[in-house]
């Protein structure tokens, strides 16, 4: 596997005091998410440096082995049985390794903000819920938490406290709700500042999912709308 990533970046207009990593799902590129900067209309926006990492190209075993981005192979449709978590490990070292560029430029662990769509959902989780020191926020939309167990048995303290905006489609027939549902319901009951939203939606993101994730980066980046 590849030792760092290519991106997509939207520069800041302003001094950057903020930095947002998304990541897109299965197949997608950095370019997939990255509208979404304009569509957010957060007021610190000309302050905030996006990053739209893209994914390795790698085969995906339940589409035939055929290679195409992705944070990990993908072993069988069940998602969260079998499940590639060297894979997933190494693509949170890279999303980590993506962070400290950002510690490095003088932006406080604090401001800097991950999200994620499906797979990518799954390694926002996975890295900020593992990142020793403490970050703005979490996004992880249309996702679930397979390595979920493992963060239940080794604990990171660090952002035991960091708050998760997850949302789901009720209609989505890639990762069924339920699915992740489940992970809101556990890391909820392990008290974790986590909220929950659905929508009428298959596996994709709809404008009041968009109104809804800005109103939770701009409290996460300590700012009123």
Avoid at 58 to 86: C, F, H
Avoid at 97 to 106: A, F, N, S, W, Y
Avoid at 121 to 143: D, E, F, M
């Amino acid at each position: 596997m590849q030792t760092d990533l290519t991106t997509i970046e939207i520069q800041p207009n302003s001094n950057h005091q903020y930095s947002i990593i998304w990541l897109h799902g299965l197949g997608a590129d950095g370019h997939d998410f990255e509208n979404i900067a304009q569509e957010l209309h957060l007021k610190v926006d000309t302050h905030i440096h996006y990053i739209f990492p893209n994914a390795p190209i790698q085969p995906v075993t339940i589409n035939g082995g055929m290679k195409m981005r992705a944070w990990y192979d993908i072993l069988e449709r069940t998602l969260d049985s079998n499940v590639d978590i060297a894979g997933i490990y190494q693509s949170a070292t890279l999303i980590e390794q993506l962070i400290t560029k950002e510690i490095d430029k003088g932006i406080p662990s604090e401001n800097i903000l991950l999200a994620g769509f499906s797979q990518g959902g799954v390694i926002a989780l996975q890295t900020g819920l593992n990142y020793p020191h403490k970050l703005a926020g979490i996004v992880a939309l249309s996702t679930y938490f397979p390595t979920i167990d493992k963060l239940i048995a080794q604990p990171s303290i660090a952002n035991n406290s960091t708050p998760i905006f997850m949302g789901h489609g009720i209609l989505d027939s890639v990762v069924n709700i339920e699915t992740g549902k489940a992970v809101y319901n556990k890391l909820h009951e392990l008290h974790y500042n986590i909220l929950w939203h659905d929508y009428v939606m298959e596996h994709s993101v709809c404008i009041e999912e968009i109104h809804h994730i800005s109103t939770f980066i701009a409290s996460a980046f300590n700012e009123q709308k």
